[in-house]
């Protein structure tokens, strides 16, 4: 995985917690956590999702369709 989206999956999992809520339990979980959350950010922008994430557009809609 790219550093930087390591960096931000360890970012959601600390953001969680301090929220009381229950941190993912494994680097499955915390992936797709990543990933509604980016989702979230760009509008559901495909595109732009993927190039934050620094993966293809057909690389996220395959982990969403496995969701």
Do not use: F, W
């Amino acid at each position: 995985m790219p550093d930087d989206l390591v960096e931000e999956l360890r970012d959601l999992a600390l953001y969680q917690e301090e929220e009381n809520q229950v941190p993912p339990q494994n680097l499955s979980e915390l992936s797709m956590k990543a990933i509604q959350s980016t989702l979230e950010n760009c509008r559901g922008n495909i595109s732009m999702a993927a190039k934050q994430l620094g993966i293809s557009r057909q690389t996220l809609y395959r982990r969403l369709k496995h969701k």
